[in-house]
């Protein structure tokens, strides 16, 4: 690996650490004091919080998706009609 | 509940825990002079809350699946009748903590829709890490890397690459509003 895409990746994963709070004590402190130094990273901690709001959306999206997938097979196919009527059968 | 990331196997979950719990949140609902749909969204939501709790590790073990979620959709339905709607975010949900940046932001969703599609692999991939929090040897499975120390460089990249999008959206957006 070049050496910029690995210093790059390793500012990446101490921007995650320091944002998920799993940076060792040591660590964190060192990130503090370079918060305070380099202008452009208390903005890469903003890009990275809304990177990890947008994986977050896209997870749950994806979850709802396959939840709506469920409720349609378990009230449209015939195999699951048993339970269809059981649950029907409580709003009459 | 072992949050499991294929779609397959999430689609299994769910229907297990459908054909579990949702006669029992239908009951409730139907009791209380609540519809069918009234149960539908209340299950649907107590289902993602579940599902995150779980994938979290959050999840008090003395109660079964069918038990938690029942309480979970309770109190949601209580919600409504207490607010009077049904709206109810599920960022909102007492001892459900989602990091504020989840809230949706202005243009969010125009880059979600472009990184599904542009970047669809690296989402996969970001959403098993941060969203069903699975552990890096089964990411690496999943996604055919060779081991943990691959995969999660590939992480990095991909954090790095949506990063990337998102600031060239936000200089966009600042040439926009100046």
């Given at each position: ?8 990746l390793t500012?990446i994963q101490?921007i995650d650490e320091?944002?998920q ?27 990275h919080?809304?990177t990890l709001?947008?994986v ?37 | ?120 692999k690296c989402m996969d991939i970001l959403s098993a890490f941060y969203y069903?929090k699975l552990p890096m040897k089964?990411i690496a499975?999943l996604f055919?890397y060779?081991g943990e120390r691959s995969v999660t460089v590939q992480k990095y990249k991909c954090l790095e690459k949506v990063r ?15």
């Amino acid at each position: 690996m070049h050496w910029l895409m690995r210093t790059l990746l390793t500012e990446i994963q101490q921007i995650d650490e320091h944002v998920q709070g799993t940076a060792a004590p040591g660590e964190a402190l060192l990130f503090e004091a370079k918060l305070l130094l380099d202008a452009e990273l208390p903005l890469k901690v903003q890009w990275h919080k809304q990177t990890l709001g947008l994986v977050q959306q896209y997870g749950r999206k994806n979850l709802i998706s396959i939840i709506g997938d469920v409720h349609n097979q378990l009230f449209t196919l015939p195999q699951h009609q048993s339970f269809r009527q059981k649950i029907m059968g409580l709003f009459r | 509940m072992p949050v499991n990331n294929t779609h397959a196997e999430t689609e299994k979950l769910i229907m297990r825990l459908y054909k579990s719990a949702f006669p029992l949140v239908a009951r409730y609902v139907a009791k209380l002079g609540g519809s069918f749909d009234d149960a539908r969204d209340v299950f649907q939501d107590a289902l993602v809350i579940y599902y995150e709790k779980a994938a979290a590790g959050k999840l008090e073990l003395q109660k079964t699946e069918s038990a938690y979620l029942l309480g979970i959709a309770k109190h949601l339905w209580f919600k409504k009748f207490k607010d009077g709607r049904y709206d109810i975010s599920l960022d909102e949900f007492e001892g459900f903590d989602l990091p504020d940046e989840a809230e949706p932001q202005p243009a969010a969703e125009k880059l979600l829709h472009y990184l599904e599609t542009a970047g669809q692999k690296c989402m996969d991939i970001l959403s098993a890490f941060y969203y069903d929090k699975l552990p890096m040897k089964q990411i690496a499975g999943l996604f055919g890397y060779s081991g943990e120390r691959s995969v999660t460089v590939q992480k990095y990249k991909c954090l790095e690459k949506v990063r990337e999008t998102i600031k060239q959206n936000a200089l966009a957006y600042e040439d926009f509003i100046d």
